[in-house]
């Protein structure tokens, strides 16, 4: 009887495979790996950090064999739409721009915006003190969003990388004045590094103050599915209200950041 189970279960995935639904005993899961602490690759290369463990308490929750798949960021919603992986996990700020391609789970962090540059420089996070300055940021992130829209119009030199860790490499070699990036990430990060240890914050946190910053810089983190996999949507909604009732999720947070971050 159990081998009968065993192989009509793997029927039953093969048939919804072939007709294009998501496999939800087992799941793929999209994210950028240069984000630590959230994720990023240990020296065997697999993903580790707040968002791999989290990935494993909401699998648990779901009763779902799940993998983790490393993609770059400016091709992680497309790698989505196209079937590469079943959701995305990375971070991934819920704006009304990106919720036209995907769908999004309820939130499950949120972070502000904020400048680093050396520690003692004088620069200032005015429009005046901005004006001609380098600043790095993540492509396609909100950082890069909220910077293109409100301060390269007024002088500031927006440099875009393709992955977080390139943007510091830059700033450490002076060829930056700033990076632009998550608080959290960077607090928890590299500023806790050794190279992060000759930078500090400037100017305040970045939340929205009116409606026009608010759209851009959207409604905290949401896990993305495709449109069509609505299952999947309420599945992982019901894990994440179950780790943070279960106290796993403040477990993880004050693991990696010291507090929690929901």
Same mark, same amino acid.
């Given at each position: ?17 072939? #007709?294009? $639904? ?6 793929? !899961? ?5 984000? %630590? =602490?959230?994720?990023?690759?240990? %020296?065997?290369?697999?993903?580790? &950090?707040? /968002?791999?463990?989290? #990935? ?19 091709? !992680? !919603? %497309?790698?989505? @739409? #196209?079937?590469?992986?079943?959701? !995305? ?6 704006? $009304?721009?990106?919720?036209? +391609? ?9 972070? %502000?915006?904020?400048?680093?540059? =050396? ?7 005015? $429009? ?24 390269? =119009? ?12 390139? +943007?510091? #490499?830059?700033? @450490?070699?002076?060829?930056?004045? +700033?990076?632009?990036?998550? /608080?959290?990430?960077? /607090? ?13 914050? @400037?100017? =305040? ?18 896990? +993305? @599915? ?31 950041? &010291?507090?929690?971050?929901?």
């Amino acid at each position: 009887m159990k081998k009968t189970q065993t192989l009509l279960s793997v029927l039953l995935s093969l048939a919804a495979l072939q #007709a294009g $639904a998501v496999d939800l005993n087992n799941l793929r !899961i999209g994210m950028d790996a240069t984000y %630590p =602490p959230f994720e990023s690759l240990n %020296p065997s290369g697999q993903i580790v &950090g707040f /968002e791999a463990d989290l #990935a494993q308490a909401l699998c648990k929750e779901m009763k779902a064999r799940c993998s983790m798949i490393n993609q770059d960021w400016d091709g !992680i !919603i %497309p790698g989505l @739409v #196209a079937k590469k992986y079943d959701f !995305i996990l990375s971070s991934m700020t819920i704006t $009304a721009e990106r919720a036209k +391609a995907v769908n999004f789970t309820e939130r499950y962090f949120r972070t %502000p915006q904020r400048l680093i540059a =050396p520690r003692g420089s004088a620069l200032k996070f005015t $429009a005046d003190g901005m004006k001609g300055k380098r600043v790095g940021v993540q492509r396609g992130t909100t950082a890069d969003m909220y910077l293109s829209k409100f301060w390269a =119009p007024r002088g500031m030199e927006v440099v875009r990388y393709e992955d977080q860790d390139k +943007a510091y #490499a830059d700033l @450490v070699n002076s060829r930056l004045d +700033a990076t632009f990036q998550d /608080e959290l990430q960077v /607090e928890a990060g590299f500023l806790k590094s050794e190279q992060g240890k000759q930078f500090a914050f @400037v100017g =305040p946190s970045i939340n929205g103050d009116n409606a026009a910053e608010r759209e851009v810089l959207g409604a905290g983190a949401g896990m +993305a @599915v495709r449109k069509e996999d609505k299952e999947l949507l309420v599945r992982l909604n019901k894990a994440i209200a179950a780790v943070r009732a279960n106290g796993t999720f403040h477990k993880l947070s004050l693991q990696y950041f &010291g507090r929690d971050i929901y």
